[in-house]
């Protein structure tokens, strides 16, 4: 197996620290400490996001990600990762404010073009993706849950989860909206988009946001439960099955890229975008006063 290093300055544990044969040792991962070693535990690889204190989306954090992310998908020892947060305030509260408030023009068209590689590389992804949410889920947050194949939420009420970009003042752009759409359906999605709703975790459930809410030291033994099911289907049926089902999807952003970083930098750049997005900053560290 090749060596995965850690990502310096950001937390990206990619896998229980292994034990005399380098393999992983079950009892090392986080909650997990009775699950058994099996031909499926090797196949899969955790995946512990931590950018504290929220896993925010900062451009470094974003770029260390996608070359985690495609180290696992080159390795063929891996068949599914399960995606966790390792912080204990935020699953992610998604993209990070500084990136698009006060910055150049140059500075945020890179930024949007990664979110996009990001974005176009979970949703396409071969590997069997598991979201375990064990915290608030914001806006760009939920990039990764609504690319995974399956997304498990802790039940507590601090754990919401949406697309809540209205209320900062700005507007999902087009591929949040679309897997949104491909998971709780037309109508639901309007509501939730237009009033920038955050679910908590009953109300996720029926809306469909996410597929199962268990309490939160079940998260992950739950999510390693659900990855058995579906590792017990044949990799090349469920990879072709995937990718007939969400390429149409993807491809309307491969197509319009760089249309849509063209619209995201006139938009981010209006001064009245940047008034709202400074505002809402000021906001949340008030509300921790
Ligand atoms: C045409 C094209 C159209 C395209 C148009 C443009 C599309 C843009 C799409 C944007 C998508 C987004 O994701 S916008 C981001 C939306 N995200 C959110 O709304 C989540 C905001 N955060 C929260 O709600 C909370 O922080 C939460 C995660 C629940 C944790 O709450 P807590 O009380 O535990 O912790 P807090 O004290 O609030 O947060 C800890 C610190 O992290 C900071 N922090 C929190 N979220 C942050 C964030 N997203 N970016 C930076 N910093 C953040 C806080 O300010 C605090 O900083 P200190 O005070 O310094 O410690």
Redesign the pocket.
């Known amino acids: 197996m090749p060596h995965l290093p850690p990502a310096q300055g950001l937390g990206f544990r990619m896998r229980p620290s292994g034990g005399k044969s380098g393999r992983p040792a079950a009892r090392s991962v986080h909650g997990v400490s009775e699950v058994s070693a099996s031909w499926w535990w090797w196949s899969q690889a955790p995946l512990q996001l931590k950018n504290l204190?929220?896993n925010?989306?900062s451009l470094e954090f974003l770029t260390e990600l996608i070359i985690n992310l495609e180290k696992l998908e080159n390795d063929k020892t891996f068949r599914g990762i399960i995606i966790t947060s390792d912080c204990p305030?935020?699953f992610s509260?998604?993209?990070?404010?500084?990136e698009?408030c006060g910055k150049n023009p140059a500075h945020y068209t890179e930024y949007w073009k990664v979110l996009q590689d990001l974005w176009l590389r979970l949703y396409l992804s071969n590997l069997v993706l598991i979201s375990a949410i064990n915290g608030?889920c914001?806006?760009?947050?939920c990039l990764i849950p609504l690319t995974s194949d399956y997304r498990i939420l802790a039940d507590n009420p601090?754990c919401?989860i949406g697309l809540?970009?209205t209320?900062?003042g700005?507007?999902?752009?087009f591929w949040?909206k679309d897997p949104l759409v491909n998971i709780i359906g037309h109508r639901a999605s309007e509501h939730a988009l237009q009033l920038g709703l955050l679910f908590p975790p009953a109300e996720a459930l029926q809306v469909g946001i996410v597929d199962k809410v268990v309490p939160k030291d079940q998260v992950q033994s739950t999510a390693l439960s659900v990855m058995t099911q579906w590792l017990a289907i044949p990799d090349h049926a469920r990879q072709l099955t995937k990718n007939m089902i969400r390429k149409p999807t993807a491809d309307l952003l491969v197509k319009h890229r760089d249309t849509?970083i063209q619209?995201?930098v006139s938009?981010?750049s209006r001064d009245s975008i940047q008034k709202s997005l400074q505002m809402?900053?000021a906001k949340?560290?008030q509300?921790?006063d």
């Open positions: 204190p929220v925010s989306f305030k935020a509260a998604g993209v990070d404010l500084r698009i608030p914001a806006a760009g947050g601090k919401l809540n970009e209320r900062l700005i507007s999902a752009p949040f849509d619209n995201f938009f981010i809402y900053l949340l560290k509300n921790k």
